[in-house]
């Protein structure tokens, strides 16, 4: 027993793992940062408690200025990678302050969602950016941050030298009591208020904005609660940033590659198919509507089917050719074959987009233009600009596809950012009307589906007509004038001008705020 005793360390037979501390030295800029983070914490609940508008713009910029004071100038500048996406960033989020499209802003929004965190641990990740597993990398890298260090946010709040002090301790006790106390009595009240009509004129005879400044008092004291939860994940976060544990470049493993027969024989079928595919297109498109009617389809029917389905089809080939180019053996008369089908793959969903566009210009002369008629000529540009990466990466097998279908997807979302589409979706429907090419104009649509930016053009007609004379539909606001509907419209741009959260320049643009 004496032996076993002896054997043993005089603090125990076990010894507990040392604590993670911060260092003293550095405690000041550590408690700064933590202000700051509780900060932007309040600005996000704030703006995601909001509309959309110049408040998501604010936020944004506040989080990279954080990021600039936590993490350090340097590490934002010091990358090509960080300098681009800092840009491709910060000009999204401008998007908020400027316009006011609806689906524009939800989509932005998902960008800037999938962007900012992958920008955040840009630099502690070990694959190049267009690495396609790169994606996988940075979220586990993303969470890891998040959750991997909240011991730092607790340790920056109450220092471990302070901790055995009773006094600050009696004070942290105080702080936590009053905290509770104020979120009880600003949950009760209100539900007491509603349960007993006595209780709620007794409290509206001590203050008659007594109900107003409870809701105001609910509202703060949510966006409190939800800063006070998401400061430690973001303090976390940054505490990685600013400590970075790079992950070592990973071994590099040969991908499995099998003989190119196999796709040859694939590639050939699919290219005989498109083949014949492309016959009876030629023939439709250039046989003109008596063609077409001769077969039993009418020309409209005919024009407005099959392009959504044709650019699903050309994704399809654009991955089949991309998939056979780094999966196949780079031997042999098959791999020289493979190239040559290949290419003649990518030339023919070339020729498919183009149908598909024709068939598309077809339809928007019948019918005119909308949003989602626009964002399908864009999306059929963009899938032209891959295609052609496609041909040229048959021709130059060593080319890096991803490294380049990156930037050029974010350059074109940029690009269709800055294009005025309701504006000119407005203008063509009005301009159709005006001409009697049309004999309606979706107001409904033009108003409330899209911006503010449809006003100008919509005051180009009549206001003294009902607006159910525009749009062909008697049920739609009996009795209401376009010019009615039009102050409405305004009046919901003013409203949101008159607050800092929901401003943009194209509400202020249609209240009257500022002249163009």
């Known amino acids: ?3 076993l005793k002896n054997a043993l360390p005089s603090e125990g037979s076990l010894v507990c793992a040392q604590k993670r501390k911060l260092p003293e030295e550095s405690m000041v800029r550590y408690r700064r940062n933590l202000l700051l983070t509780l900060g932007f914490c309040l600005l996000l609940a704030d703006a995601l408690n909001w509309s959309w508008g110049m408040g998501n713009t604010v936020t944004v910029f506040a989080w990279y200025l954080l990021l600039a004071l936590a993490v350090g100038r340097e590490e934002l500048f010091r990358r090509r990678e960080s300098r681009v996406l800092l840009g491709v960033n910060l000009a999204l989020a401008s998007t908020f302050a400027l316009t006011s499209n609806p689906l524009f802003r939800w989509w932005n929004f998902l960008a800037l969602a999938a962007l900012v965190p992958l920008h955040a641990v840009s630099g502690l990740g070990s694959r190049p950016w267009w690495d396609p597993r790169m994606l996988l990398e940075r979220c586990g890298l993303f969470f890891q941050g998040m959750f991997g260090n909240l011991w730092a946010c607790f340790a920056a709040a109450v220092p471990e030298g302070r901790k055995t002090e009773k006094r600050d301790s009696r004070t942290l006790t105080i702080v936590l009591g009053l905290c509770g106390a104020v979120a009880l009595v600003s949950f009760l009240i209100p539900v007491l208020v509603s349960a007993d009509a006595l209780f709620a004129a007794s409290m509206e005879r001590l203050n008659w904005k007594f109900q107003f400044r409870m809701l105001h008092f609910g509202d703060l004291f949510q ?7 998401l400061t430690p994940f973001v303090f976390s976060l940054l505490y990685a940033m600013a400590h970075p544990k790079r992950l070592c470049p990973p071994e590099e493993k040969r991908i499995l ?4 027969l196999g796709f040859v024989l694939a590639l050939a079928a699919v290219d005989g198919l498109y083949l014949a595919f492309l016959a009876v297109q030629s023939a439709g498109l250039f046989g003109g509507p008596g063609y077409v009617e001769s077969l039993g389809v009418s020309y409209a029917e005919w024009a407005r089917s099959g392009f959504f ?12 050719t991309l998939a056979s180019l780094c999966l196949s053996r780079r031997e042999g008369r098959a791999w020289t074959a493979l190239r040559w089908l290949c290419g003649l793959l990518a030339g023919e969903s070339l020729i498919l987009l183009a149908s598909a566009a024709w068939k598309m210009t077809l339809y ?11 964002m399908t000529y864009c ?18 097998p060593d ?5 380049w279908a990156f930037p050029v997807a974010l350059a074109g979302w940029l690009v269709i950012n800055c294009v005025p589409v309701d504006y000119l979706v407005a203008k063509n429907q009005v301009d159709r009307y005006l001409r009697g090419e049309s004999p309606v104009v979706s107001v409904q649509y033009l108003l409330y589906g899209l911006s503010y930016d449809t006003i100008s053009q919509l005051e180009r007609l009549d206001g003294e007509p009902l607006v159910s004379g525009y749009t062909g539909d008697p049920q739609w606001r009996q009795g209401e004038t376009l010019a009615e509907a039009l102050r409405g419209r305004r009046l919901d741009a003013q409203w949101e001008c008159e607050n800092w959260r929901t401003w943009s320049l194209s509400a202020c643009l249609a209240a009257g705020r500022i002249q163009p």
């Open 309 to 320: 389905q044709m650019v699903g089809v050309t994704v399809l080939n654009l991955s089949l």
């Open 1 to 3: 027993m004496d032996e």
């Open 399 to 403: 080319f890096r596809f991803c490294k």
């Open 364 to 374: 928007v002369s019948a019918y005119g233009l909308s949003f989602k008629r626009v």
């Open 223 to 229: 966006r409190m609660f939800w800063a006070l939860v």
């Open 257 to 260: 590659q099998v003989d190119a």
């Open 379 to 396: 999306g059929m540009l963009m899938m032209a600009l891959f295609l052609l990466m496609g041909l040229w990466k048959a021709q130059k």
